[in-house]
């Protein structure tokens, strides 16, 4: 009897409405403060692994013939402790590295989530922070690859 587990019926819900299972751990912020080089090894591991997919093929040739003069990176999330985030930043470093090729000066960041390690980490790499929210109205002067992260609104806090 172990393995009883007890399913909350359907019968009562609207449809297309999601059941939603609450998990305690889920709900408790967790931050493990991690260092440069932990998130370095990390980064560097995922970079390797999307660089042999046919992902990372794919996104390559599509965006090969385009020159791109800065990226604008909004909400990539906390990729010292997220694999998805770590797997985005992987994919805009590999990007930057193999084909767009521009000092990583012209890659600015933005998260309002950003632990400070992550702050550090991205400056320590030559990376651009944005200081304060510009709610995704930065201008483009030049040729900018925009890369939202966030699901609606970008960033507006009143």
Known sequence: ???????????????????????AEAT????IITDGNTINRKLQDSMCLLKASEFYSQVRD???DHHIDAI??????????CCIARYQLALLVLL??????????????????FYNEEELYLKDAGFALIPENEEGKRKAEKNTFFICHTVGRVYIIT
């Open 1 to 23: 009897m172990s393995d009883f587990q007890i399913v909350k019926s359907r019968k009562n819900r609207k449809k297309n409405t999601p059941m939603i299972i609450k998990n």
């Open 28 to 31: 408790t912020e967790k931050h």
């Open 62 to 64: 599509l965006i090969a």
């Open 72 to 81: 604008v990176c909004y909400g990539i999330g906390n990729f010292a402790e």
């Open 96 to 113: 930057r590295e193999d084909i767009i090729q521009i000092p990583k000066s012209s890659c600015h960041f933005y998260d309002p989530k």
